[in-house]
T-cell receptor, first 112, second 116 residues
Framework: KQEVTQIPAALSVPEGENLVLNCSFT??????LQWFRQDPGKGLTSLLL?????REQTSGRLNASLDKSSGRSTLYIAASQPGDSATYLC???????????FGPGTRLSVLP | EAGVAQSPRYKIIEKRQSVAFWCNPI?????LYWYQQILGQGPKLLIQ????????DSQLPKDRFSAERLKGVDSTLKIQPAKLEDSAVYLC??????????????FGQGTRLTVV
């Protein structure tokens, strides 16, 4: 059974810092991995999707990497801004057509 | 394109009452998911549909929860009777399948259920 963990559970940084969020999964046989952002009281917004054959994906100030063999993914946020404050969730899919298994999330606060 | 639509946004009911949630996925998305998210946790799958067929309902508490997706488009999730521990956000998501490489999931705003 796939299990997903995220470290740290919460993070508080001053504006402008670069930061890394970590996601680990127990079964390396994944189809893809997706990073989401969740604002308080809102649904999930997709940030980046990495297919199992890919090593990384980039979108603006966000860069996500994937190391399947070690069961890890990282989300790198460059030059953080107060607007980046949210909970960040990673989710993995085991095979084509299967559901996504989520981690518990990392709650990020970027202080002005 | 329009996103995943869910209603209602909020619902407060007493325990042992029944409640229903509605979801309309992105047009053309064959796969629809219902997730339950308890405060402070990641979402947990309740049920997954492929068109109007159930792919995975192994974590759905079938004694009180039911879901249907008639005609393979919109879906309803029902709880009857509700318990205090059902208080959570219920998220609906959809994704494009059938040979599409980018099987990205898109989520609705969720329905926040409070059982008192």
């Amino acid at each position: 059974k796939q299990e997903v963990t995220q470290i740290p559970a919460a993070l508080s940084v001053p504006e402008g810092e670069n930061l890394v969020l970590n996601c680990s999964f127990t079964d390396s046989a994944i189809y893809n991995l997706q990073w989401f952002r969740q604002d308080p009281g809102k649904g999930l917004t997709s940030l980046l999707l990495i297919q199992s054959s890919q090593r990384e994906q980039t979108s603006g100030r966000l860069n996500a990497s994937l190391d399947k063999s070690s069961g890890r993914s990282t989300l790198y946020i460059a030059a953080s801004q107060p607007g980046d404050s949210a909970t960040y969730l990673c989710a993995v899919r085991g095979n084509y057509g299967q559901n996504f298994v989520f981690g518990p999330g990392t709650r990020l606060s970027v202080l002005p | 394109e329009a996103g995943v639509a869910q209603s209602p946004r909020y619902k407060i009911i007493e325990k042992r009452q029944s409640v229903a949630f509605w979801c309309n996925p992105i047009s053309g998305h064959a796969t629809l998911y219902w997730y339950q998210q308890i405060l402070g946790q990641g979402p947990k799958l309740l049920i997954q549909f492929q068109n109007n067929g159930v792919v995975d309902d192994s974590q759905l508490p079938k004694d009180r929860f039911s879901a249907e997706r008639l005609k393979g488009v919109d879906s309803t999730l029902k709880i009857q009777p509700a318990k205090l521990e059902d208080s959570a956000v219920y998220l609906c998501a959809s994704s494009l399948e059938f040979g599409q490489r980018t099987t990205e999931a898109f989520f609705g705003q969720g329905t926040r259920l409070t059982v008192v």
